[in-house]
């Protein structure tokens, strides 16, 4: 059975850091493009960040640029999202996510939902003003 485990989310205050880790087990996401993806209270879940198999690329939403980065450690199967500066309007469920395409360029990454096809049961970050 195919899991995608988030881990480390939390309460802190404005300006602090939290580490979010994804630990996916049932198969490997060695060649898979991974993601985080969050949903604020009330309002649709929306893009954070994204990474290519190879980790070599990144891209992450421009709300979050500067303050967020995303890495992975094929090895362990994990990808890992560091938040940096925490603001309020970062408070949500953060949900990690992977896809299943079976030829990936070395470069290739997802912002959208519709390309991933295994979601984590997300994590809840909440940051006080």
């Known amino acids: 059975q195919v899991q995608l485990v988030e881990s480390g989310g939390g309460s802190v205050q404005a300006g602090g850091s939290l580490r979010l880790s994804c630990a996916a087990s049932g198969r490997t996401f060695s060649r898979s493009a991974m993601g985080w993806f969050r949903q604020p209270p009330g309002k649709e879940r929306e893009f954070v960040a994204a990474i290519s198999w190879s980790g070599g690329t990144t891209y992450n939403a421009d709300s979050v640029k500067g303050r967020f980065t995303i890495s992975r450690d094929n090895a362990r199967n994990m990808v890992v999202l560091q938040m940096n500066s925490l603001e309020a309007e970062d408070t949500a469920v953060y949900y990690c996510?992977?896809?299943?395409?079976?030829?990936?360029?070395?470069?290739?990454?997802?912002?959208?939902?519709?390309?991933?096809?295994?979601w984590g049961r997300g994590t809840q970050v909440t940051v006080s003003s």
């Open positions: 996510a992977a896809e299943d395409s079976p030829k990936n360029r070395v470069s290739t990454y997802y912002s959208t939902e519709d390309k991933y096809n295994y």
